[in-house]
């Protein structure tokens, strides 16, 4: 049956290719290729220093779980379909519906590999190289990106790392990009009934696996097209910016109703409580310290500060193990770049564009101040920032890509033609 997996991959490979290239054959073919390595490389870290953790653990979960699905029909409909989980002896995901979801889409993909992790594995990466993908070759489309720009975005290494396999992030980004390219699309006038509905189940099931990225790129998204409509996104910077934080207040606040998680009368306590859960397990070296966090809002605003640097930058002081020293060396990359293409940006923007750069910096915002409230542990929090990495190698990107059309590098033009 493995054999038949990886058969029905190359297929599947060859598929995507054939009607997603978009003429990038060499940047298709790296990335992907990164995009399996990083398959290999994360699940060997996980098996050697984490005891397996959750990519592991999922996997034999699912094989667990297939074993009593697939004994008949019936126990396979009640499984997946209406969620029978007392015919698994000591399931463990009775109370948790988002690791139950992961847990079916991995048993779905092991009855393709034949219980083979490093295939099922390959298979997530490919659902995830598949949103990434799209939304890169729109950056090259539409943003005129060129080789060195598309690089960062598809190679940028953590990127890449947590993204890849068995992992919840490998779903949640492909689904929040498809997400995201669709409605460019549609805002394109390119839209159509299967991409408004590809856009409504893409955002239905990030909710559903990931709800805290859900309940954020909703919002901001309606918001996008409330404010595009209106006559205030031609007027001064101050007016549409007005508008832009009330119309995202007034859906985050609609959002709000939708999770217990998310109700006002305990937000914040849910983040302080799990902030303290992390304090208690973690090693203090791996900690972001923040000053005595209080679930009130005066507390929160002293700590967001911190939180928004620790979210992008952090760690930056080579302390601790291999893969710490490796994501300083990745964050102090960053700060290079992004310090190159903010003093040589001429801090212009193109208006078809703007509002689409409030709203990832929006993104970015929002995500990293409390994904870092929420998770102090550094560890954590490198594998939780892919979220909103897309975005933010987007804009350090555009800004790299401004200067060098402004160079004029020929050489690189005709390198780039290659690619």
């Keep these: 049956m493995t054999w038949a997996g990886l058969i029905i991959f190359i297929l599947l490979v060859l598929f995507h290719y054939r009607f997603y290239n978009g003429g990038l054959y060499y940047l298709y073919w790296v990335s ?112 005129n990106f060129g080789t060195v720009e598309m690089l960062i975005f598809l190679l940028w290494p953590s990127f890449v790392f947590w993204t890849s396999g068995v992992m919840k992030e490998s779903v949640a980004i492909s689904a929040l990009l498809w997400a995201v390219y669709c409605y460019m699309r549609i805002m394109d006038g390119k839209k159509n009934w299967l991409t408004i509905g590809f856009m409504g189940v893409s955002l239905a099931f990030l909710f559903a696996i990931k709800y805290y990225y859900g309940a954020v790129l909703i919002p901001i998204l309606a918001s996008h097209f409330v404010v595009s409509k209106t006559r205030f996104v031609k007027q001064a910077n101050w007016k549409w910016m007005l508008a832009w934080a009330v119309v995202l207040s007034g859906f985050l606040i609609i959002i709000s109703t939708l999770h217990p998680n998310f109700y006002w009368s305990r937000f914040l306590e849910v ?101 870092s409230l929420s998770t102090p542990n550094l560890g954590t929090l490198l594998r939780y920032k892919s979220a909103f990495q897309p975005f933010l190698l987007t804009l350090i990107a555009s800004m790299i890509n401004f200067r060098r059309k402004n160079l004029n590098l020929q050489w690189l033009d005709r390198l780039e033609a290659k690619f």
């Design 32 to 143: 992907l290729f990164a995009k399996l390595l990083g398959v290999m490389v994360l699940s060997w870290m996980y098996l050697n220093y984490y005891e397996g953790g959750d990519t592991w653990h999922f996997f034999h979960g699912a094989v667990r779980f297939n074993q009593v699905a697939t004994a008949n029909f019936s126990n396979f409909f009640k499984l997946y379909l209406f969620n029978h989980y007392e015919l698994v002896n000591n399931f463990e995901y009775v109370h948790q519906p988002r690791a139950a979801l992961m847990l079916k889409l991995v048993g779905i993909v092991n009855i393709l590999s034949g219980n083979n992790y490093w295939v099922t594995g390959m298979y997530f990466s490919l659902i995830s190289f598949s949103g990434v993908w799209v939304f890169a070759k729109w950056l090259k489309s539409q943003l």
């Design 271 to 371: 983040i302080v409580d799990n902030h303290d859960k992390f304090l208690v397990i973690s090693d203090p070296v791996t900690l972001v310290h923040f000053d005595n966090l209080q679930p009130n809002w005066v507390s929160f605003a002293l700590n967001m500060p911190k939180a928004l640097f620790a979210g992008i930058f952090l760690p930056l002081d080579f302390k601790g193990n291999w893969l710490y020293v490796l994501a300083s060396l990745e964050n102090w990359l960053l700060v290079v770049l992004m310090l190159f293409g903010l003093f040589t940006w001429n801090f212009k923007i193109d208006e078809r564009y703007k509002l689409y750069v409030v709203a990832a910096i929006t993104f970015i915002v929002i995500q990293s101040i409390f994904l």
